[in-house]
């Protein structure tokens, strides 16, 4: 599968990952769960959660082909973020689109330290 595929996959199931965690939370206004959950997807997010894994080594190096393989097919980005971001974020995106066909208790670890690490600011 290609690695835009996989980010369309993984932006999906992400997303629903961080709306099951915000309801968890008790958050019930759908304003208020709209602008918690930007503080996760958005692609300054995203960027921000896979520069931290690789930086801290959480990736292993199979995980990180995945990564780049998203990254790489990713296009010149949105109006609104620069390119090397949106690149970031469509290969976090990759990613977990693809833990979450082969190995879903990776993709959901993952996503929890994503969380720990936006909470934390």
């Known amino acids: 599968m290609n690695g835009l595929t996989l980010a369309y996959l993984g ?3 992400y997303e629903l990952s961080i709306r099951k965690y915000l309801i968890e939370k ?3 206004d759908v304003n208020d769960l709209h602008k918690e959950a930007i ?3 958005s692609a300054i997010a995203q960027a921000k959660i896979i520069n931290d894994f690789i930086e801290k080594k ?3 190096l199979e995980e ?3 990564f780049k393989r998203g990254r790489n097919a ?3 980005g949105r109006k609104n973020v620069d390119a090397k971001t949106y690149s970031h974020a469509t290969g976090f995106e990759a990613l977990i689109g693809s ?3 082969n190995d879903l208790k990776r ?3 993952l996503i929890k330290e994503a969380i720990l690490l936006i909470e934390k600011g």
Do not use: H, I, M, P
Request: no cysteine; aromatic share 12%; proline share 0%.
């Open 74 to 76: 990713s296009g010149r």
């Open 58 to 60: 959480v990736l292993s």
């Open 11 to 13: 932006d999906s199931y």
């Open 64 to 66: 990180e082909d995945l």
């Open 26 to 28: 008790k958050l019930t």
């Open 107 to 109: 993709a959901d670890d």
């Open 99 to 101: 833990l979450f066909l």
């Open 39 to 41: 503080k996760f997807t």
